[in-house]
């Protein structure tokens, strides 16, 4: 499944580019900044209940635009972005207790970008897929709720977690995002829904190890303002 989903996003990654000989070629350059709000969670095995737990992201982007193909507007793109993840637990053992472990990551994701409608004005829907390398710089825990904090009746009796700093601090997954952009002649104003699903894990998952999977998942809707350089 991992090894299925990088095939298809670098495939689509390589091939972008060596069919621009194909349709009619364009060479377009873009570069902006986006930023919007994720709600995030990690999917764990043993499993932890979670509630929503929101986080900014902002960053920079860059997008080539290498041909249009029939109806496709095909290139790819870019971004660095700083985004804050992690999980809010869901603590239901009664000792209203409250945890969430924020992540704060850099993150890289590269996609094929596949534009359609209007080219240069007007409205333009498109789709990014790719792979995504992110690079954990700090987390914060935050324990509330009830004192004192007591965690001897957590269900399933998971606690490995608590205290216990992140062991893998670089993330690799695949990200995808459907969007519409407003094209005009001051820049092209963008609205995007994404989803990252992680193929890495925080912790370290050998057989020794307590957690099976331990991986990052991200819901985010995002603004995007682009202005083309050539």
Known sequence: MKRSLLVISLFLLTTLPSKAQVGDPRNLFSIGFNGGLGTSSVSFIPTIKQDINLGPTAGLTIRHISEKYFFLICG?????????????????????????????????????????????????????????????????????????????????????????PIENKLDYGISAGLGVEMRTGIGAFGLEGRYYFGLGNIYNITKSDYFARCANSTISVRATYLISIK
């Open 76 to 164: 790819l793109q870019l971004e660095c972005n700083y985004a804050t993840r992690g999980w809010t637990e869901l603590i239901d053992d009664g000792s209203g207790n409250e945890y969430t472990r924020h992540l704060n990551y850099v993150e890289v994701p590269f996609y094929a970008h596949l534009g359609f409608g209007r080219e240069y004005r007007g409205f333009q829907g498109y789709l990014n897929l790719g792979p995504q390398v992110s690079y954990l710089i700090n987390e914060i825990q935050k324990k509330g709720g009830r004192e004192p904090w007591d965690s001897s009746n957590r269900p399933n009796r998971v606690i490995y977690h608590y205290n216990r």
